[in-house]
């Protein structure tokens, strides 16, 4: 069973559309995130939510908006999309409370916006 | 800006040799972490070191922590065609709450 999965792998949509990336984890994690990779690969936080409740909120434009209707999935609402959006985003997990703790990754979503 | 930065960039090495890979960071942390990523997929955890240690093994991997001089090494011993990826650290620190902060990687080539 896969740990955190993400859906759509691919998205690819025109300039000032409004999409949304879902993530869900089974590892009964209370910790999600949001990463954004851009094409230098490097990995930005965006998110972060810890039991349904936001906990870390980058400077990510407001046209981004992470809903989480339960502590299992952590889903990404993207409205007037722009040619610069177009990067991979990775969701992850976490436990917390426990300080040495590993993130799980999802395979990721690459979105582009033509 | 990134709390993370790995170095080299990029490093190409012939099958059986090894690869070492730094990387520095600027806060306090609670742990250091290294994270592996193929191309096209997610990032899947190698080894996490704890702030009060200073060396650690798992298989071919070795990492060592200074945090005087707030840097890791990940060494891969015996290089195969199969390590060829990304590598990034990452640290979580005390200040950012349970965050893990990347960064920018090393693209690994080991050539058969």
């Known amino acids: 069973d896969t740990a955190v999965s993400q859906t759509p792998k691919y998205l690819v949509t025109q300039m000032g559309n409004d999409k949304s990336i879902k993530c869900e984890q089974n590892?009964?994690?209370?910790?999600m995130y949001w990463y954004k990779q851009d094409s230098k690969k490097f990995l930005k936080i965006m998110f972060s939510?810890?039991?349904?409740?936001?906990?870390i909120n980058e400077t990510v434009p407001n046209r981004f908006s992470p809903k989480s209707p339960d502590k299992a999935h952590l889903n990404l609402h993207i409205n007037s999309l722009e040619l610069g959006d177009s990067a991979v985003y990775f969701c992850?997990?976490?436990?917390?409370?426990?300080?040495?703790?590993?993130?799980?990754f999802g395979q990721g979503t690459r979105l582009t916006v033509v | 800006s990134q709390q993370g930065e790995e170095d080299p960039q990029a490093l190409s090495i012939q099958e059986g040799e090894n690869a070492t890979m730094n990387c520095s960071y600027k806060?306090?942390?609670?742990?250091l972490q290294w994270y592996r990523q193929n191309s096209g997929r997610g990032l899947v955890h190698l080894i996490l070191?704890?702030?009060?240690?200073r060396e650690k093994h798992s298989g071919r991997l070795r990492v060592t922590l200074d945090t005087s001089k707030k840097s890791s090494s990940l060494l891969i011993t015996a290089s195969r065609a199969a390590d060829t990826a990304s590598y990034f650290c990452?640290?979580?620190?005390?200040?950012?709450?349970?965050?893990?902060?990347f960064g920018p990687g090393t693209r690994l080539s080991v050539l058969p």
């Open positions: 992850a997990s976490s436990r917390p409370g426990q300080v040495n703790t590993e993130a799980f």
């Open positions: 590892l009964g994690h209370d910790t």
């Open positions: 939510y810890n039991n349904k409740e936001l906990i």
């Open positions: 806060t306090s942390i609670n742990n």
């Open positions: 070191i704890r702030s009060n240690e």
């Open positions: 990452a640290t979580d620190a005390p200040n950012y709450g349970q965050n893990f902060v």
